[in-house]
Nanobody, 113 residues
């Protein structure tokens, strides 16, 4: 049984940074492309960043230049979020690029002054 465990969210002010972590339990995901998704209240869940199994990255336009996705060899995926904006407020999830695994609980990011 694969379990995705996201952490690192919190309440921050505009312009601040957060680093999200995702631990994948129960499966070696080194051959999978992985991604971060987010879902704001009342909106659909959207992919915002992805990293291939070889390390290539791609970003949704609204986070390009501010967020950095990375991964290690121990089933961890990270999202460094800099220059946070009000509109980044959402619950953040990780999964594979093709959403192969059950969704985790996500981690809440709230940007507020």
């Amino acid at each position: 049984q694969v379990e995705l465990v996201e952490s690192g969210g919190g309440l921050v002010q505009p312009g601040e940074s957060l680093r999200l972590s995702c631990e994948v339990r129960g499966r070696d995901v080194r051959r999978y492309g992985m991604a971060w998704y987010r879902q704001a209240p009342g909106k659909q869940r959207d992919e915002i960043a992805r990293v291939s199994n070889s390390g290539f990255t791609n970003y949704e336009d609204s986070v390009k230049g501010r967020f950095i996705i990375s991964r290690d060899t121990n089933n961890m995926v990270f999202l460094q979020m800099n220059g946070l904006k009000y509109e980044d407020t959402a619950t953040y999830y990780c999964n594979s690029e093709l959403v192969n695994f059950p969704w985790g609980h996500g981690t809440q990011v709230t940007v507020s002054s």
